[in-house]
């Protein structure tokens, strides 16, 4: 999609649709925290990205503070003065930017503090392997411990095993996701699931 330029109204429907779907569950009363989703270097890069997504939160009615957008290291780190203005005016305006696949990309940290970010999320490389290689769970650990101190929010991406989420509790990491909660399933599953919580 990204080699054709399909991504850009393919991440704009995903977006309009992800908007939409939120206020839907808001409208009927489920408890939804925020709706995550992840953006594309090549839609971040179109100099319509901004307006766009404020057109789209103001057609679907959806508060920006309930919707989170994430971005991959590498997407951040080009034209590094451009992002800074997109990502300043986004959190201006109450959306949550998430670093997605966070360890898998660029080196340096010093972006972490340039660049308004709300949380970091720990590739599922990284923790498919925490209870079983003594590295990878140094890892995940300085993670957490680094996003902690730099009052991040910190989620913990591809959790499969009770194993896996008793360690990330143990070291206080904020949020998880995986299939040990659940695989994708349709909107009215996942109502079902706000639902009973």
């Known amino acids: 999609a990204e080699d054709s330029g399909l991504i850009r109204p393919i991440g704009n429907w995903i977006l309009r649709e992800a908007c939409r779907q939120a206020r839907a569950w808001l409208d009927a009363g489920l408890p939804l925290g925020s709706m995550a989703v992840n953006i594309s270097a090549i839609q971040f890069r179109n100099e319509n990205f901004l307006q766009g ?29 451009s992002t800074e203005v997109i990502l300043k005016t986004l959190r201006e305006r109450g959306v949550q930017l ?30 498919r392997q925490i209870t079983t290689v003594p590295s990878e769970t140094t890892i995940v650990t300085a993670v957490i411990s680094m996003g902690r101190s730099l009052n991040l929010r910190v989620v913990a991406e591809g959790v499969e095993t009770q194993e896996e989420l008793a360690f990330l509790q143990a070291h206080d990491c904020d949020q998880a996701q995986g299939y040990y909660f659940s695989r994708p399933v349709l909107a009215p599953q996942f109502a079902e699931l706000l639902e009973t919580q």
Not at 102 to 127: E, H, N, P, W
């Open 53 to 81: 997504v404020f057109t789209t939160m103001e057609e679907t009615g959806l508060d920006p503070k309930f919707l989170e957008l994430e971005l991959t290291e590498s997407v951040l780190m080009k034209h590094a003065e």
């Open 98 to 127: 998430a670093v997605d696949d966070f360890g898998t990309g660029y080196s340096s940290l010093s972006y972490l503090r340039r660049f308004a970010i709300d949380a970091l999320k720990i590739d599922q490389s990284f923790v």
